[in-house]
């Protein structure tokens, strides 16, 4: 029988890889809660018809990446493959929106889609969100890059790029959306990609997303969003702007940055880093006033963003492990119940380590000690079990061992 393997595209997280991820976790809970973001969780599973509805069944996330199956009863269930669109469900069935009042909340765990395993990208993969819901302003998407930008410097990333753009509204995009099909229509169709051509009628802004190289040329001098914004929509885009100059944040405008959905409006946003490869995009997000509405809420503006845990992690040096307090290590059989209460007690005096369960020689506890890496190593055996005291050990400088009263080690311990 061929053994059980993990599946293709879901990865396996060793605690040197863990902790990198707990890392940013712990970064991100201390950094939003700074901004007053409260933590989320929300189900992996959901409804199918919630992304059918949010994200648009003529996606190729919802077509062809999600993974989607009957439950007994024959309802439709879903890995979620985004977490917008969760949130915005729970802040819709929770009934707590009121006019004029401001929620924010910041989420993070594992999105699945079936697509094809790449660096940075897996099956499952992880995400950190933000959203903030029920601010129309300008400041809530310059404060929203702000947090992001703080976050990821707090991480020790600083050499990455900030691209910017404006999507425009309900009442200045129609124009802009005509431009651009004039401008699709000067092209011979046939150069473009196969999605491309799809899109030119489906969805135009899509085809100044594509990463083709012919249609990224085809596109290079096509009519550029912001020279047809309306008044109010100029007005927005020039206070983010200003809210990012005046912070010192270091941005470049690309009027080729898009999203493919209707609900996105006015700001758009990637961080990106060219330090992992040809997917560089490490964060993105923008404006989404009408996705709430969309999904049968209230009419409340809305906006966020996400980052790729896979892809963070990529720049983020390998965490060494700190080193463990102590190694104790049992010599003798009869010690070993001992052993195990007293670095209990060592525990709970906020100290970690290791115990060995049983006894060893002397030698072979000695290579584990030096292997687990702990400051220091004590030994117990025969004559320490029956004196009730503990041989330290320390596994750096001299190492000049010494035999103390086990209470006394302790009484040192807490007093530190």
Request: hydrophobic share 40%; charged share 25%.
């Amino acid at each position: 029988m061929a053994k059980i393997q993990k599946i293709k595209g879901f990865a396996d997280i060793f605690p040197e890889d863990a902790a990198v991820f707990t890392r940013m976790e712990t970064v991100a809970r201390d950094i939003f809660s700074r901004y007053a973001f409260g933590e989320l969780r929300t189900p992996v599973l959901e409804k199918t018809e919630l992304f059918q509805k949010s994200i648009g069944e003529d996606t190729d996330v919802v077509g062809k990446e999600m993974f989607t199956f009957p439950d007994r009863k024959g309802r439709s269930l879903t890995m979620r493959p985004e977490a917008t669109a969760g949130v915005v469900r729970a802040f819709i069935e929770s009934g707590t929106h009121q006019p004029g009042k401001v929620s924010k909340f910041f989420t993070f765990g594992p999105m699945f889609r079936y697509e094809r395993p790449q660096k940075g990208r897996q099956r499952q993969f992880h995400q950190i969100n933000a959203e903030i819901f029920g601010a129309p302003e300008a400041q809530a998407d310059g404060e929203l890059i702000l947090m992001l930008r703080t976050f990821l410097n707090t991480l020790g990333l600083n050499k990455l790029t900030v691209e910017l753009n404006s999507l425009g509204c309900h009442d200045c995009r129609p124009a802009y959306r005509q431009a651009l099909i004039d401008y699709y229509t000067s092209k011979d169709r046939a150069n473009f990609c196969e999605d491309c051509r799809r899109r030119m009628d489906t969805n135009p802004l899509r085809v100044l997303d594509c990463k083709v190289p012919d249609c990224k040329a085809l596109v290079q001098d096509a009519p550029a969003i912001t020279d047809h914004l309306c008044a109010e929509c100029e007005t927005h885009f020039t206070d983010v702007r200003a809210i990012l100059d005046g912070a010192g944040v270091t941005y470049e405008l690309n009027p080729r940055l898009v999203r493919g959905l209707d609900y996105y409006v006015r700001t758009c946003f990637e961080v990106s880093s060219h330090d992992i490869g040809a997917q560089t995009a490490v964060a993105g997000g923008g404006r989404y006033d009408g996705l709430i509405r969309s999904l049968d809420g209230p009419d409340c503006p809305a906006t966020g963003f996400a980052c790729g845990m896979e892809r963070l992690a990529l720049l983020l040096e390998r965490l060494e492990a700190p080193a463990p307090d102590f190694y104790l290590a049992v010599v003798d059989n009869a010690a070993a119940i001992a052993a195990m209460l007293f670095a209990q007690q060592l525990r709970d005096a906020g100290q970690s380590g290791e115990v060995a369960y049983g006894g060893g020689s002397m030698k072979s506890r000695m290579r584990a000690a030096n292997k687990s890496g702990a400051k220091v190593c004590l030994i117990m055996g025969g004559d320490e079990l029956a004196g009730n005291t503990v041989t330290v050990k320390p596994m750096v400088g001299d190492g000049q061992q010494t035999t103390v009263s086990r209470a006394e080690y302790l009484a040192r311990i807490k007093a530190e």
